[in-house]
């Protein structure tokens, strides 16, 4: 690992263990967007084996200090919930960029990632691609079984469009992985993938 990369992750990971949020994880309480980026980053290497700095970088920043901006601040709806997406995506790369600057990456390595985590070039930009993979296997993963504990009000065609919509942004090395996932899920979330999927 390079300094400047092993600077970067510090200082990230620094910034993430001030949530005051926490998820249990193998046993251990840690701050929420802390664990998450371990999970991030996790998932990266299971699925580029030799990921690039600035992956890397992206994929432990995905949720830098997302507590500070609730969702709750944006109001109800579809049209509140992307708005704050976006406003998150351009905090958090904002923030990864004026960590990697004052670690010492030139400005345009800087400006790569915040690209990247901003996610304006999905299904354009392959490294933009790849943290969403990325981010959706630690969704389906980690978080799905929970995200339906907390939706009873959803209804089943609510459930099939949110898991479709999560299948559409992936690319095939994602599917692939997901497959690979399916069988450790849940068998009710299992019987809505297989259905969401068989259209």
Partial sequence: MSQKLDCTLSAIDQANLADPNRELLEGETLPREYAYSLHMTRWLFALEPEPSERM?????????????MPRSDYGEGRQNYYQWRQACGRMHGRRAAEIMAECGYPPEECERVELILTKRKLREDEDTQLLEDVACM??????????????????????LRIVRRTWGKMTPRGHEAALNLAGKLPDHLQSLLKEALAE
């Fill in 138 to 159: 630690v969704f389906l993963e980690r978080y799905f079984a929970q995200f339906f504990e907390e939706k009873p009000d959803y209804d089943k065609e609510k459930w």
């Fill in 56 to 68: 890397q970088i992206a994929c432990r920043a995905q949720h830098i200090e997302r507590w500070t």
